[in-house]
T-cell receptor, first 113, second 114 residues
Framework: DQQVKQNSPSLSVQEGRISILNCDYTNSMFDYFLWYKKYPAEGPTFLISISSIKDKNEDGRFTVFLNKSAKHLSLHIVPSQPGDSAVYFCAASVGTSYDKVIFGPGTSLSVIP | GAVVSQHPSRVICKSGTSVKIECRSLDFQATTMFWYRQFPKKSLMLMATSNEGSKATYEQGVEKDKFLINHASLTLSTLTVTSAHPEDSSFYIC??????????FGEGSRLTVL
């Protein structure tokens, strides 16, 4: 059973517009959520995180929103740039010790110039 | 920033041989490292947790005799795929946990078993 779900395997967005990547989770014990970005043949790199005590965290063009009651989080990228084209993994853990971070299947984002 | 390096980045081997992949944390000591496997169009699946100086903890369904993990020092963990078969072909990624709790990932290793 997949504990972290990303139901859109791919997303295409025009440069300059907003990209919204969605993630749902089933385990109510998760209280720390992360987004990673991955280019082909490279390891994931950390993008942004949010603790369950918050509902929003912003870092430059990237904002993550958390709706605990719906067990849903989303990553907003605005404005989207061609260099943002990558696979984005949503991940979740219990606590910030990063033990057994569970990854979603990823969403491949293409930003069209 | 912290860097985690994996070697080799690509390896091709014959069926039945063993392959060793190294994961090194270059600028911090990592008591805990993690090994993942990524299937095409699938998520990163945690295979095992590698603890320095002790036995690795394997996830359910991962054969410990097939995927040998050794974490002999605070900066090095190795994954050895023993008696490799074509179905072991995959992208293997490691991560190292810094004492602040952050995870840093290696570049990944593409294994192709002929």
């Amino acid at each position: 059973d997949q504990q972290v779900k990303q139901n859109s395997p791919s997303l295409s967005v025009q440069e300059g517009r907003i990209s919204i990547l969605n993630c749902d989770y089933t385990n109510s014990m998760f209280d720390y959520f992360l987004w990673y970005k991955k280019y082909p043949a490279e390891g994931p790199t950390f993008l942004i995180s949010i603790s369950s005590i918050k509902d929003k965290n912003e870092d430059g063009r990237f904002t993550v929103f958390l709706n605990k009651s719906a067990k849903h989080l989303s990553l907003h990228i605005v404005p989207s740039q061609p260099g943002d084209s990558a696979v984005y993994f949503c991940a979740a853990s219990v606590g910030t010790s990063y033990d057994k971070v569970i990854f979603g299947p990823g969403t491949s984002l293409s930003v069209i110039p | 920033g912290a860097v985690v390096s994996q070697h080799p980045s690509r390896v091709i081997c014959k069926s039945g041989t063993s392959v060793k992949i190294e994961c090194r944390s270059l600028d911090f000591q990592a008591t805990t490292m993690f090994w993942y496997r990524q299937f095409p169009k699938k998520s990163l699946m945690l295979m095992a947790t590698s603890n320095e100086g002790s036995k690795a903890t394997y996830e359910q369904g991962v054969e410990k005799d097939k995927f040998l993990i050794n974490h002999a020092s605070l900066t090095l963990s190795t994954l050895t795929v023993t008696s490799a078969h074509p179905e072991d072909s995959s992208f293997y990624i490691c991560s190292a946990r810094r004492n602040t709790g952050e995870l840093f990932f290696g570049e990944g290793s593409r294994l192709t078993v002929l």
